[in-house]
């Protein structure tokens, strides 16, 4: 199975709808599925939801460039899982250490809001891109959605993981799926997600990742 959607994948077609839409108002764009980013041997997993239209979808990184991405990236290096300066855009130069970065739908959703059906015809590439991490231990997943998607990834039900801040719940295989408000604009200026807090879960992995 692939672990990428080709570039004209057509199995949303809401968002390839939108895509056409945008390769047009937006010509310079990346316009297309965002690819993972991070190296596959990765003990560390974070799935996100979606790349936002001006950011991630522009640049072609996850987070890249979206608001998410400046507390995301930040917190990263802070706990030793990013080397270099995050600089909005692809060709920065920022690497990722033991960790690798996803979304459970590849493709920018019209107000930042896919539905269930994308989810579903994305998880494939979920599951394939988890199959393909061999030293993989800990998944962090940003929001309830991807909270969701990731476990449907996994073959499992949604009520085996209850989805809550910093919870961690063991996969029965040494792996465990550790929950986290999503870092949108909107979570942290509502202070439903605070900085300490999104750090508070970093730690935590740290902390699995140094026990192991
Ligand atoms: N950008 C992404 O790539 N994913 C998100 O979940 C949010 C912004």
Redesign the pocket.
């Known amino acids: 199975m692939l672990t990428d959607p080709r570039s004209d994948c057509r199995l949303c077609p809401r968002l390839a709808g939108f895509r056409t839409e945008n390769v047009r108002l937006f010509p310079d764009f990346h316009n297309a599925p965002?690819p993972s980013f991070g190296p596959a041997d990765a003990r560390l997993l974070v799935v996100?939801?979606?790349?936002?239209l001006k950011?991630?979808n522009r640049t072609g990184r996850?987070?890249t460039g979206?608001y998410?991405?400046d507390l995301l990236y930040d917190t990263l290096k802070t706990f030793g899982f990013a080397a270099g300066d995050y600089g909005k855009r692809a060709d920065d130069g920022l690497s990722l250490i033991d960790c690798r970065i996803t979304?459970a739908v590849r493709c920018v959703p019209p107000q930042n809001k896919p539905i269930g059906a994308e989810v579903a015809s994305c998880r494939p590439f979920l599951a394939a891109t988890v199959e393909e991490m061999p030293r993989l231990k800990v998944i962090v997943a940003?929001?309830s959605l991807?909270h969701g998607a990731t476990l449907a990834a996994l073959g499992r039900k949604k009520s085996s993981a209850k989805f809550g801040h910093n919870t961690e719940h063991g996969l029965g295989d040494g792996r465990v799926l550790i929950g986290s408000y999503?870092c949108?604009r909107y979570n942290t200026n509502t202070g439903r997600l605070t900085e300490q807090m999104f750090h508070d879960v970093f730690r935590r992995v740290r902390g699995v990742l140094d026990s192991t």
Do not use: I, R, Y
């Not at 996100?48 to 936002?52: L, R």
């Open positions: 965002v996100g939801m979606a790349p936002g950011g991630a996850p987070f979206d998410a991405g979304n940003l929001g991807a999503h949108s």
